[in-house]
């Protein structure tokens, strides 16, 4: 008769052992404390104060590139960027969205995604793209993208048009894909 005397204690302990196994499990789901500092930053792609970061990613993929006429030069020819498809992961290597365009997309695995408007760059290296800082649009759906207002391109590498390919008259028409990673940073504001 132990056993049906220790049974309210025995349930008692095994609910207090799921409640601690839940926020365990929630709390592994919250972002983690930014670590990112923007100070060693060119000040053009600086975010205003009065921000602070929301979430920081890993972008990882490709950028690819089209050998078309130079705009206002005739006879002549150059790679012209024409858009990402990248996986986005936090910073344990977990995938957490997708970059993707035109236009350029940011969106989060939760369905919630945005636009931007280009509003600086700043040089980020021989062989990169550059930084980069943008005016978030208002975001679609509801998820983690709901309220951010810049975005941040850094710690870049690769990306830029193919050296090695040349881009003719005879080529045009061609794409070149191109590997690249970049952390973007997500700011809302405070």
């Not at 309210?8 to 919250?30: D, N, Y």
Request: net charge positive; glycine share 10%; charged share 15%.
């Amino acid at each position: 008769m132990t056993t049906i005397r220790n049974a309210p204690r025995i349930a008692t302990i095994a609910t207090a052992a799921a409640a601690v196994a839940l926020l365990t499990a929630c709390g592994s789901m919250m972002p983690q404390a930014s670590t990112f500092s923007q100070a060693s930053l060119p000040a053009p792609i600086q975010v205003p104060s009065g921000h602070k970061v929301a979430w920081e990613t890993v972008g990882s993929g490709d950028i690819t590139y089209e050998c078309r006429d130079k705009a206002g030069a005739a006879g002549q020819t150059e790679w012209v960027f024409v858009g990402p498809d990248a996986m986005l992961k936090d910073r344990a290597g977990k995938q957490v969205g997708r970059y993707y365009g035109p236009p350029a997309t940011w969106e989060a695995n939760d369905g919630s995604k945005l636009t931007a408007t280009q509003l600086a760059v700043a040089p980020a290296g021989q062989g990169n793209l550059p930084y980069q800082l943008v005016k978030a649009n208002p975001a679609m759906g509801s998820g983690a993208l709901v309220g951010v207002t810049h975005i941040q391109r850094v710690a870049l590498k690769g990306g830029v048009a193919p050296a090695d390919k040349p881009c003719t008259m005879a080529t045009k028409g061609q794409k070149s894909v191109v590997k690249y990673q970049a952390d973007y940073i997500f700011w809302k504001a405070m």
